[in-house]
């Protein structure tokens, strides 16, 4: 009988060392090049550059607006300030934000990619999931609205994925 409890706490042991093992092994950090950790860092700006743009719902629109300010905002100064709390510099039109980072379809939309309308592009927006974007014209300021349904589906034109 004592064989038979000491066979299987060995059993136990060996599987618990094993188990050790393998969490360890799984848990030494991989080199910041590997493409988990680009994961990693790219959902991590995708939530900064989402949440500040979130940050100013209601913001008044102003078309021009200046980007040292957030009293008010055109649609590309709030990408532009958005992009800046991840540390990423946007150049200041709809425009010229329309060929930085690469290309996404509209059906590989993640949150924190730039979507386009009108053509030539006037108007920027960020998708921020759900089918939702986030942008700025006219009353109410900063706010949500659906990407696949009227205008917005109408006129959407591109996207493209800074992050």
Same mark, same amino acid.
């Given at each position: 009988?004592?064989?038979?409890?000491?066979?299987?706490?060995?059993?136990?042991?060996?599987?618990?060392?094993?188990?050790?093992?393998?969490?360890?092994?799984?848990?030494?950090?991989?080199?910041?090049?590997?493409?988990?950790?680009?994961?990693?860092?790219?959902?991590?700006?995708?939530?900064?550059?989402?949440?500040?743009?979130?940050?100013?719902?209601?913001?008044?629109?102003?078309?021009?607006?200046?980007?040292?300010?957030?009293?008010?905002?055109?649609?590309?100064?709030?990408?532009?300030?958005?992009?800046?709390?991840?540390?990423?510099?946007?150049?200041?039109?709809?425009?010229?934000?329309?060929?930085?980072?690469?290309?996404?379809?509209?059906?590989?939309?993640?949150?924190?990619?730039?979507?386009?309308?009108?053509?030539?592009?006037?108007?920027?927006?960020?998708?921020?999931?759900?089918?939702?974007?986030?942008?700025?014209?006219?009353?109410?300021?900063?706010?949500?609205?659906?990407?696949?349904?009227? %205008? %917005?589906?109408?006129?959407?034109?591109?996207?493209?994925?800074?992050?």
């Amino acid at each position: 009988m004592n064989y038979i409890i000491g066979k299987s706490f060995t059993k136990k042991l060996a599987a618990a060392a094993i188990a050790l093992s393998i969490a360890i092994a799984g848990s030494v950090a991989l080199p910041a090049t590997s493409a988990a950790a680009a994961e990693v860092s790219t959902s991590s700006k995708a939530s900064t550059v989402v949440s500040a743009a979130r940050s100013q719902m209601g913001t008044p629109y102003k078309f021009g607006a200046s980007t040292s300010t957030t009293r008010y905002f055109d649609c590309s100064s709030l990408m532009k300030y958005a992009y800046k709390k991840a540390g990423i510099n946007l150049p200041r039109t709809s425009k010229a934000q329309s060929k930085v980072g690469k290309y996404v379809s509209k059906s590989n939309l993640k949150a924190g990619d730039l979507v386009f309308f009108y053509s030539p592009i006037s108007h920027v927006g960020m998708y921020i999931g759900g089918g939702k974007i986030i942008h700025t014209y006219g009353k109410p300021g900063v706010t949500i609205d659906t990407i696949n349904s009227g %205008w %917005w589906s109408n006129n959407y034109t591109t996207a493209r994925r800074v992050l």
